[in-house]
Each structure stands twice: as C-alpha cells, then as structure tokens.
T-cell receptor
Framework: NAGVTQTPKFRVLKTGQSMTLLCAQD?????MYWYRQDPGMGLRLIHY???????AKGEVPDGYNVSRLKKQNFLLGLESAAPSQTSVYFC??????????????FGPGTRLTVL | AQSVTQLGSHVSVSEGALVLLRCNYS??????LFWYVQYPNQGLQLLLK??????LVKGINGFEAEFKKSETSFHLTKPSAHMSDAAEYFC??????????????FGTGTRLQVTL
C-alpha cells in the first residue's frame, strides 16, 4: 500500500501559468480533500469530494478547480497562478462515514512557489 | 461552525521534561478531536484521536490527550520529552459523523522545540 501519493513534490511557476496537482490513493477511500498550509495559519480546506464525479468548495476555493473522474484520483488545478498561491499543498483521504474510521490520511505534500 | 485554538505557536522544553500542548475547540455538535504531528518536510501523521467513549486517549510515541467537555479542551501531553519529539503539532476538530464529509478544521499549529 502506497497510501496517499502526490505529484509533483516541488514546482516553481511564473505568475499566470497553469498547472495541475495530482493526488492518488490506493485505499479505496470515498472521500478526498485538498488543503493548503501557510505559516501561522495551519491547514485550510480548498475543495473536497465525497465520491467519484462529485466535488464541493471548502474554506478557500477561489483560484482553484478540482476534478474527481476516478475514485482513486483527485486533481487540483490552478488556471492562472498568483504569488498568493505560494504554499504547501496537502491531499488527504478517508473512508466513507459508515466505515467507522474517522481520521484522514495525508499525502507528503507539494511545495509550490509562484514567482 | 467549528473552530480550534492552539495556545502558543512555539513551545520549548528540555529533554526529559513534561510536554503540554494546549488545544481548545468549539463545535455545535459532539466533536471528534485529533492531534496530528508534522516532522520537517513531511506530511501529517495521526498521533491520537477522540471519537466516543473513554475521555483519556493514548497515542503513538507516548503521547496522550484528555477530552474535557466542560472546558472544551483536548490538551496533548507527554511525561518526558525526547529530542525526536521536535516537530509541529496540529489539533483538529470534525463534527463527528454528522457533519458533511466529516471536514476537519485545524488549529494554527504549535512548534515544539526540545533542548538538551
């Protein structure tokens, strides 16, 4: 079991460029989440998904889009990157509520710098 | 709505001393509470969790936390700090299994430094 993996690990973008971050999990989890981590602010939820083909906005969704075409993958897109999106991005997953496993499992993170 | 407050963004203790990291929460429904640890340049790892039942929960690496409903607190403790405990610690709350998608709300984190 690889758990939750994220691609790429590091990326530097110029303002206005676009990119997609990939999250993959091999635990057959229904729920998936994207967070950003900024110094002194903890982790903040960007978007989440409760199943294949469904997504919803979190606390800080502006400037990001997501897609969940396959159960095991959750993509985070930046259409036009801005310096304010410089951050460390974490993906997480967990089983559906009826499986009584309550915690989220986190990937190793992607460090993104926007110049 | 739910929220988490972690008192002290930086805590420094001597090796062998007691570790106490504070967490207070607010939640409109019975909460589930979590402590995660993040070592440098790594992802988050679950230390321990409270869902239901016993209010004193034990986690990995000798850490434990007590859920105190009357104080809306979930403080993390370890009797004797080790150099390897140096990391950032995050407290988080979710609205149990009644909230939509069981979303987590995190505190701002406490960086623990352990000195010789």
């Amino acid at each position: 079991n690889a758990g939750v993996t994220q691609t790429p690990k590091f990326r530097v973008l110029k303002t206005g460029q676009s990119m997609t971050l990939l999250c993959a999990q091999d635990m057959n989890h229904e729920y998936m989440y994207w967070y950003r981590q900024d110094p002194g602010m903890g982790l903040r939820l960007i978007h989440y998904s409760v199943g294949e083909g469904t997504t919803a906005k979190g606390e800080v969704p502006d400037g990001y889009n997501v897609s969940r075409l396959k159960k095991q993958n959750f993509l985070l897109g930046l259409e036009s990157a801005a310096p304010s999106q410089t951050s460390v991005y974490f993906c997480a997953s967990r089983p559906a509520l009826d499986r009584a496993i309550h915690e989220q499992f986190f990937g190793p993170g992607t460090r993104l710098t926007v110049l | 709505a739910q929220s988490v407050t972690q008192l002290g963004s930086h805590v420094s203790v001597s090796e062998g001393a007691l570790v106490l990291l504070r967490c207070n929460y607010s939640s409109s429904v019975p909460p589930y509470l979590f402590w995660y640890v993040q070592y440098p340049n790594q992802g988050l790892q679950l230390l321990l969790k409270y869902t239901t039942g016993a209010t004193l929960v034990k986690g990995i690496n000798g850490f434990e936390a007590e859920f105190k409903k009357s104080e809306t607190s979930f403080h993390l403790t370890k009797p004797s700090a080790h150099m390897s405990d140096a990391a950032e610690y995050f407290c988080a709350v979710s609205e149990g299994d009644t909230g939509t998608a069981s979303k987590l709300t995190f505190g701002t984190g406490t960086r623990l430094q352990v000195t010789l």
